[in-house]
Every structure is written in structure tokens, then in C-alpha cells.
């Protein structure tokens, strides 16, 4: 679990194909603090297992599942991706429940640039459009923000200095690709209400059949 507060920028040393899958290196500081083999790291929003590790990068191995619901397919040697160690008990939640578990791509339609801030439009399916309300949060690469305007399947953002400065996001341009998490919490709403709704017209069913007058 992750907060979607990026901790630094690591920058992808080396990608190489096995089988379907690509075996990633990324070089970094502040995460290899106390980062072992097996730790979760969160690389753009996307929850990934550390495989192995030297004293300044670590590797990780993207399977297909992953490659096919992330931009990782569009990663490059050199690019700087935004890093987040798993969250520890007893830490402050400073953004939001973040799992690592993309839900899609969106894509950046409009970048607007404003006097001390930035604010980006993106569209994304419109199947998720349940799960994004205005003022709730949405996890954009690993990066935790708060949802400021929504228009059917299209949501806008806006972006402080400080975190373009020490995210990837200050790199997004009209037509660039994102990882997108919707909140958890909204998802299991949904979940527990469907059940219910469902049980409610089962139960409205079986009561009418048990109430029909003798014939």
C-alpha cells in the first residue's frame, strides 16, 4: 500500500525482454535506503516486487498483465520515473490509499498553464467514469491529487509548483500517457451496493412468488 506521495525521481538504467515480460533496473537514492529484495516499490503509480538489488539501483520484473494496463510498454533507458516505498504502519497518510493496481491509461488532452500552478485535462475509458467525483483523489503516475473539475470522462487537475518540481509531472504534454488508480474506497462502495441491490431484487422476487393468492 502507498500514499501517492512520490519520495524521488529514479531514472531507468537498463530494460531487457524475457519472454513477455521486461526485466527493469532503476537507479536511485533515497528508496535504496532500506529497500530488500521482495519490498514493494511503486514506479509510476504501478506496484512492483524487487527482485534484486546493488548499492544504488534495484531491479524489478514487469509481466505481461502489468505491461498491458500501464505505459510501462513506453518506457525507455534514461527516462526518470516517480519512486514511493511501501507505506509503513504508523505512518502519516498524507495523500491517499494508493495500491499500485492501475486501472487504465489516460491520455493528457489540454495543459494549461497558470500563474503559480498547472492544470491538466485527461480523458480516460468511459467505464471508470463512476469511480471520479469533483474534490475526491485520483492517483496519476504514482502521484496523488485532487480531483478539481469532471466532464463526463474527461477530469482536470491542478498541479503546485512543488510537485512538478519533484515529480515526472511537469513532463506531461498533450497526447502523453498515464497511469491511472481510482480510489479504493469508491470501488468497494460500488461493490457492497450492487450486492445489496441485487439481494433486495431476489428477495422482492421470491416474496411476490410466496405472496400469490391460491388458485
Known sequence: MFTGLVEELGVINTIHSQGKNLRITVQAKKVMEDLKIDDSVSINGVCQTVVSRTVSSFV?????ETLRKT?????????FVNLERAMRVGDRLG??????????????TDVELKEGSRELWIEFPLA??????????????????TVANVDSNKFMVAIIPHTLEVTTLTQLKNGSKVN???????????????????????DSILQSWISQPDI
Open 180 to 202: 491511472l488508480e481510482f480510489d479504493i474506497l469508491g470501488k468497494y462502495i460500488e461493490k457492497m451496493f450492487l450486492k445489496h441491490t441485487i439481494k433486495n431484487e431476489k
Open 95 to 108: 495523500g491517499h490509499i494508493v495500491q499500485g493496481h492501475v486501472d487504465c491509461v489516460g491520455y493528457v
Open 128 to 145: 471508470y467514469s463512476q469511480y471520479i467525483v469533483p474534490v475526491g483523489s485520483i492517483c496519476i503516475n504514482g502521484v496523488s491529487l
Open 71 to 79: 505505459t510501462f510498454n513506453s518506457l525507455a533507458t534514461g527516462n
Open 60 to 64: 524489478v520484473v514487469a509481466v505481461e
